[in-house]
């Protein structure tokens, strides 16, 4: 449980939908599961359950499902929506320094990936009231740096 996590009730349904799903071999029940998943999308509660962990969850049920559809990881928030804390990394360096890895990503360029690599490995985030949930940024900055390699 977190601080503006995803509701847990919608969550629990799901996900209890979707493991049922894995363990049937009727495939009606799979199919429904599989739609569920597809187009899942809960709501943020104040209190509610940690969003990279679901959605990791989620991209493993799907994956379990056999949709093909790629995992997301708790490393990377599709999109990036980091929860604000009391004290974690500066919004506005996050936002720019992952902009720059996108962009690389979106090149075919090898010497422009690198350079992202290179830049994004030795940029060091300054920590600040209402920032970004440290974890979670740096979870997102080790899955880019992967993608960049």
């Not at 495939?27 to 509610?48: I, K, M, T, W, Y």
């Not at 962009?103 to 690599?117: C, H, I, N, Q, V």
Request: charged share 30%; proline share 3%.
């Amino acid at each position: 449980m977190v601080l503006r996590g995803y509701e847990p009730a919608a969550v629990d349904a799901l996900l209890d939908q979707a493991e049922a799903a894995t363990a049937s071999a009727d495939e009606s029940v799979q199919a429904a599961a599989r739609g569920a998943l597809q187009d899942a999308s809960f709501a943020v509660a104040l209190r509610g359950y940690d969003r990279l962990q679901v959605d990791e969850e989620v991209g493993r049920l799907r994956a379990a499902l056999g949709d093909g559809a790629v995992s997301h990881t708790p490393a990377e928030p599709q999109p990036d929506d980091f929860t604000v804390v009391l004290r974690g990394y500066d919004r506005g360096e996050v936002d720019r320094a992952l902009v720059a890895a996108d962009a690389a990503l979106e090149t075919d360029g090898e010497f422009a990936r690198a350079a992202a690599r290179d830049a994004l490995r030795d940029t060091r985030f300054a920590v600040t009231w209402r920032g970004y949930d440290r974890g979670q940024v740096d979870r997102s900055v080790t899955a880019r740096l992967q993608r960049l390699s």
